[in-house]
């Protein structure tokens, strides 16, 4: 691993447009799209004339839209033909031979540090944490009903996100807004949104300033004892006789820090919107608990933060039809995937009691399954019982203030009030 700048994505408008299917694409790859809302319509006509489209990005490999969902589950399943380790982002980067940052390393290294890595994530790691969200929801649900008028990112979505990553990572209050920073800095490669893109500088001084922090924490459990926090538990964890060395222990917290933050504060964010313009469903999850489970589920289905990754060719294959060379690139559309028509009844539909038909929110499973997705679940569904039944009456005031970009579906700020 390096504390060098990573380097910035170029552009995310395709070259070619000369199609209606190219210019679709071209729409749900333009950050600037996503500003006046998000491109559904062009994601319905690709599933349905073009699942398998190709996209020339400037400077980069050529890349191949998927928009169906079972596209997207084979392609997630198959790490031999479709591979993470020349990165899995539209940046082009390949992890250090030692790396354990997850998203872009193959099995069998993969499956190595999984098996470290899970043990910090055990179900009993994660449900001893349920007390303290608990207490931080009823603490932003008090807060926001003093407020009376508020912003649902900053005051819940953020707020929630921001607490509850702290704790996972054992950082103490007054250094939240740190890790805060930095990682907002860090996640911010890409999105090319004004309010959030850092200059090079600025990216590599946060990654710089986020390692000798996590540094620091790991230095004081080793001198004064490990705590109840996952990075103790990945600080113990052992496989074979190998535990994670200090780098590795870095990639881990920065990756937890920057997806803890980016995708439940967006799904939150996202639920809230979507349930004050569905008023009987809010009503729902307001009289009945046992509508929360499903609802969550829904939520995921509906917001899907980050809407996709991409995969490197190991080899020639075939995608219903299309003759795809080794080298290029795939990019899975979760988004479009959590919208298919062939999967999901009423998919354009806002439904909290819609059956779970298995939803690509965490991916489309295999070795790459979001390892947090047990904490988001449980953050998501702790908020939802402690926000709704106390704050029946939560509305939109106006309209949202969505995110400049193509990679995280997301919501910069979104006025709301208490009636």
């Given at each position: 691993m390096s504390n060098q700048t990573p380097p910035l994505v170029k552009s995310l408008i395709p070259e070619n447009q000369d199609s209606a299917a190219d210019r679709d694409a071209a729409a749900v790859l333009n950050p600037d799209t996503f500003v006046q809302g998000t491109p559904y319509d062009a994601l319905r006509r690709l599933r349905a004339t073009a699942p398998v489209h190709p996209v020339q990005l400037p400077g980069l490999p050529r890349a191949w839209l998927l928009t169906r969902h079972a596209d997207v589950r084979m392609v997630s399943r198959d790490t031999a033909t479709f591979s993470s380790k020349m990165g899995n982002t539209l940046v082009v980067a390949e992890a250090g031979p030692n790396s354990a940052m997850l998203p872009g390393i193959d099995p069998p290294r993969h499956v190595h540090f999984r098996k470290l890595i899970n043990q910090g994530f055990t179900a009993r790691n994660v449900l001893r944490l349920e007390p303290r969200m608990r207490a931080v929801a009823r603490d932003i649900v008090a807060d926001i009903v003093d407020k009376g008028e508020f912003d649902a990112v900053a005051d819940i979505s953020a707020e929630m996100s921001l607490q509850v990553i702290a704790d996972v990572l054992g950082v103490p209050p007054e250094d939240r807004m740190d890790v805060f920073r930095w990682s907002n800095a860090i996640g911010s490669l890409g999105i090319e949104d004004p309010d959030y893109a850092p200059t090079p500088e600025a990216l590599g001084k946060a990654a710089a300033e986020m390692f000798s922090y996590c540094n620091e924490l790991v230095d004081h459990r080793r001198k004064h004892g490990l705590t109840d926090d996952i990075l103790s538990a990945l600080l113990a964890a052992?496989?074979?006789?190998?535990?994670?060395?200090?780098?590795q222990l870095n990639e881990f917290f920065l990756l937890l820090a920057i997806a803890g933050n980016e995708t439940t504060r967006n799904t939150l964010s996202h639920g809230v919107l979507a349930l004050s313009e569905h008023p009987d469903q809010q009503a729902l999850l307001a009289r009945d608990a046992e509508a929360v489970k499903p609802a969550v589920e829904e939520l995921l289905r509906w917001a899907t933060p980050v809407m996709h990754f991409r995969r490197t060719l190991t080899r020639d294959v075939e995608i219903r039809g299309q003759r795809i060379p080794a080298g290029d690139w795939v990019l899975m559309h979760y988004l479009s995937a959590n919208r298919d028509e062939e999967?999901?009844?009423?998919?354009?539909?806002?439904?909290?009691?819609?059956?779970?038909?298995?939803?690509?929110?965490?991916?489309?499973?295999?070795?790459?399954?979001?390892?947090?997705?047990?904490?988001a679940r449980l953050e998501l569904r702790v908020m939802l019982e402690e926000l709704y039944p106390n704050v029946p009456g939560l509305t939109v005031t106006g309209p949202p203030d969505r995110l400049r970009s193509s990679f995280f579906h997301g919501i910069k700020r979104l006025p709301c009030g208490v009636n």
């Open positions: 052992e496989v074979d006789g190998d535990k994670l060395n200090r780098d999967v999901f009844d009423r998919a354009d539909q806002f439904d909290i009691a819609r059956p779970d038909a298995g939803h690509a929110a965490f991916g489309g499973g295999g070795v790459h399954f979001c390892l947090g997705a047990q904490l």
